[in-house]
């Protein structure tokens, strides 16, 4: 197969892979004490969350609150706890749904302009 094609391919499977993530939106929203204790001799990179706790001690209790999943087609799913959920948590779950419909529709649409199809 040519250089060329390859290169093609590649970019392809990418961008594919890349869509495959952007076809749902999942936002988990935790509620609890938590209490992390860093290893002093180790080094944390704190770029990644589920490595920072994966690196780290934990203690205390968590319950999931809200979650809410969006796909791509519109359908949403959305699970609540029993109980009223406090107003700033039930915002902090909101603007976290709001932040990722952005940030998605934003790199749907730089991908449609990339290979041509954007307004």
Not at 32 to 40: A, C, M, Q, S
Not at 91 to 108: F, I, N, P, S, Y
């Amino acid at each position: 197969m040519p250089e060329e094609r390859r290169g093609l391919r590649a970019a392809l499977e990418s961008l594919r892979d890349a869509t495959c993530d952007l076809t749902s939106l999942e936002v988990q929203t935790y509620t609890g004490n938590l209490e992390v204790l860093f290893d002093k001799d180790k080094e944390v990179n704190i770029a990644s969350f589920e490595k920072v706790l994966e690196k780290v001690k934990v203690s205390g209790t968590l319950k999931l609150a809200a979650m809410t999943k969006v796909n791509l087609d519109g359908d949403t799913f959305l699970l609540t706890s029993e109980n009223d959920l406090p107003l700033h948590v039930q915002r902090a779950h909101d603007a976290a749904v709001q932040a990722g419909m952005e940030t998605r529709a934003a790199l749907l649409s730089l991908f449609a302009n990339v290979i041509g199809i954007g307004g």
